[in-house]
T-cell receptor
């Protein structure tokens, strides 16, 4: 059973456009929601993360929007660039215990020039 | 400072063969993880080690064993490889209390024929 559901599976965006990836979770005990970025042949790397006490976090062109009541969070990439082309994974975890991450299934983003 | 190092990068096995995937981290992290990544499935946790001397099953442990050799090293063993274990394997490490950030290696691409 997938603890974190992610959509869309793939996304094609024009350069300069906005990329939006959505995730939903069921476990209300989750208290940490990171996004990881993975380039071909590489391991995932942390891009940005949010905790449920805030509704939005912005770092440069990347923004996480968090809706606690709906148990949803999303990644917005503003002014998308070809260099943003990668696979993006949302995840969720508990701060206690072993901090295991539960990953979404991934979104393959392609930004065309 | 190499971060998380995985060996080998590629491996081809025949059904029934055994092998060990090696992982080492130089960040003095207490927690280490093994994931497998399959198309459309995201990353799924196989085993984790919250601290030196402890290991626990993750979401998909069947067919695998692990050893936390010391604080730096965490190995994954396939005793009798099966085609269903064809996948890309990632090792990660983290330090509880440092923001739940997991740092990933570059992966091992394994094919079982």
């Amino acid at each position: 059973q997938q603890q974190v559901k992610q959509s869309p599976q793939s996304l094609i965006v024009q350069k300069g456009g906005i990329s939006i990836i959505n995730c939903a979770y069921e476990n209300t005990a989750f208290d940490y929601f990171p996004w990881y970025q993975q380039f071909p042949g590489k391991g995932p790397a942390l891009l940005i993360a949010i905790r449920p006490d805030v509704s939005e976090k912005k770092e440069g062109r990347f923004t996480i929007s968090f809706n606690k009541s709906a148990k949803q969070f999303s990644l917005h990439i503003m002014d998308s660039q070809p260099g943003d082309s990668a696979t993006y994974f949302c995840a969720a975890s508990l701060q206690t215990g072993a901090n295991n991450l539960f990953f979404g299934t991934g979104t393959r983003l392609t930004v065309i020039p | 400072n190499a971060g998380v190092t995985q060996t080998p990068k590629f491996q081809v096995l025949k059904t029934g063969q055994s092998m060990t995937l090696q992982c080492a981290q130089d960040m003095n992290h207490n927690s280490m993880y093994w994931y497998r990544q399959d198309p459309g499935m995201g990353l799924r946790l196989i085993y984790y080690s919250a601290s030196e001397g402890t290991t626990d099953k993750g979401e998909v442990p069947n067919g695998y064993n692990v050893s936390r050799l010391n604080k730096r090293e965490f190995s994954l063993r396939l005793e009798s490889a099966a085609p269903s274990q064809t996948s890309v394997y990632f090792c990660a490490s983290s330090e509880p209390g440092q923001g739940n950030i997991q740092y990933f290696g570059a992966g091992t691409r394994l094919s079982v024929l």
